[in-house]
């Protein structure tokens, strides 16, 4: 994975802590865990909030040096990403096309199931998380339709924890499996590590970090 520096990483987690997306507590995930820890990207649910956000996936992006020429949303998240980020690129001097699907095709109109851009040259994928990394097949079998070539993945942040396949613990993550399987590099603005960290040098949520510690030490990679 390619991550941000240290410091983009610990403000992007205090961003997401006050935003009240990322919380704590007792949460079950998709896998079926019990985890100490939950984030909602869909909680980014203001013009300042996303606006921030955007600048977090920008500066990441930009930071990393992977080259795409265009962005694609994979519905519902990543279409409201994929906007938010084209336009904060933009702003920054690197003005990128951007296009998304949808769930069901459409009959009338413009037909199909792609919307926005021509879908061409090098598709970067953007999406809060990568849970299973069904979204990023799903987005590769589109993106590879339409004659294009997936470049990588940018995520809010990487759980870093065990994939589970059929109910079975794996020794690598989603994240993992989608550079290694997929050959495709992930850009993640921050990874658990890096809310440990910040659960360290944050005392009024100290309470919480054995529960995290504890967690990735059984499902982390």
């Given amino acids: 994975m390619q ?10 987690v205090a961003f997401a802590v006050e935003a009240g997306v990322l919380r704590f507590g007792e949460f079950k995930t998709k896998a079926g865990r019990l985890s100490p820890y939950f984030f909602n990207a869909g909680l980014f649910d203001d013009g300042a909030k996303l606006g921030r956000l955007a600048g977090f996936y920008a500066e990441s992006l930009i930071a990393s040096g992977l080259a795409f020429d ?19 690129l933009a702003r920054r001097g690197h003005n990128k096309p951007y296009a998304y699907n949808r769930k069901e095709a459409k009959d009338h109109g413009e037909g199909g ?46 759980r870093q924890e065990k994939a589970a396949e059929n109910g079975v613990d794996q ?30 040098a944050a005392p009024a949520l100290a309470a919480h970090r054995p529960a ?6 059984r499902y982390g990679v």
């Fill in 3 to 12: 991550s941000s520096s240290q410091p983009l990483a610990q403000e992007f």
């Fill in 70 to 88: 265009m962005i694609f949303g994979p519905a519902y998240k990543g279409i409201t990403l994929a906007a938010a980020v084209s336009i904060e």
């Fill in 113 to 158: 199931t792609l919307v926005g851009a021509p879908v061409k040259g090098r598709v970067l994928i953007i999406d809060d998380v990568i849970s299973a990394g069904t979204s990023v097949r799903e987005s590769l079998q589109m993106i590879e339709a339409a004659g294009a070539t997936p470049c990588g993945v940018a995520i809010a942040l990487d």
């Fill in 171 to 200: 020794p690598w993550s989603a994240v993992q499996d989608v550079q290694n399987r997929l050959g495709l590099p992930v850009v993640a603005i921050a990874g658990l590590a890096d809310l440990l960290a910040y659960l360290d």
């Fill in 212 to 217: 995290v510690q504890a967690y990735r030490e």
